[in-house]
């Protein structure tokens, strides 16, 4: 089956500096990514959607300045928490639909575990 | 998007089979139920997806209620590695690829 990759699984960081998240298809190009947010015994949240070349797609209630999504290519999408607070602790999973995967299912990375002190 | 009902939580014992239901009473013609599942600290992954028809795999059985309104996902024979969070998803297959994820349902495997 298609396999997403995300880099790194977990990551600390100290308030008020950024942290850059990595997500990979590895066998599959990925033409939509998507990124979500969850936090502890709660349901995941959709943040944004993403398309390889162009902007991407934020849900309302989540800034984009804050979260900045780059999906430069067909197997990579990135996600950079700027100024990172300790609110934003929490376990940050990308999924991903594409050509050559299968065309109903989401295939989502591991996720990132991210702490902020 | 329309919304799903599932129980918080079931418990279920190794080897037995597991009916874990899902209410979806304001399901239109276009959206196809999807089920996934989250296993503890990863992401999730697809278990199996319907539209009219009952749909078989080799994770799982899918059971739709004849008017849709509800449906059903059956593990014949429940593992410890079955312990996961259960969600019961509609997708408009002509629409958004995106899945909003509810509560689902915690299932717990007992040995």
């Known amino acids: 089956g298609a396999v997403v990759s995300q880099h790194p699984s977990w990551v600390i960081c100290k308030s008020g500096t950024s942290v850059k998240i990595e997500c990979r298809s590895l066998?599959?190009?990925?033409?939509?990514m998507f990124w979500y947010r969850q936090f502890p015994k709660q349901s995941l949240m959709l943040m944004a959607t993403s398309n390889e070349g162009s902007k991407a797609t934020y849900e309302q209630g989540v800034e984009k300045d804050k979260f900045l999504i780059n999906h430069a290519s067909l197997t990579l999408s990135t996600l950079t928490v700027t100024s990172a607070h300790p609110e934003d602790s929490s376990f940050y999973i990308c999924s991903a639909t594409g050509a050559l995967a299968s065309s109903y299912e989401q295939y989502f990375g591991p996720g990132t575990r991210l702490t902020v002190t | 998007d329309a919304k799903t009902t599932q129980p918080n939580s079931m418990e279920s014992n190794e080897e037995e089979p597991v009916h874990l239901p899902c209410n979806h009473s304001t399901i239109s013609g276009t959206d196809y139920i999807h089920w996934y599942r989250q296993l503890p600290s990863q992401g999730p992954e697809y278990v199996i997806h319907g539209l009219t028809s009952n749909v078989n795999n080799r994770m799982a059985s899918l059971a739709i209620a004849e008017d849709r309104k509800s449906s059903t996902l059956i593990l014949h024979r429940a593992t410890l590695r079955d312990a996961a969070v259960y969600y019961c998803?509609?997708?408009?297959?002509?629409?958004?690829?995106?899945?909003?994820f509810g509560k689902g349902t915690k299932l717990t495997v007992n040995p």
């Open positions: 066998d599959f190009q990925a033409t939509t």
């Open positions: 998803i509609l997708r408009d297959e002509g629409g958004s690829e995106k899945l909003v």
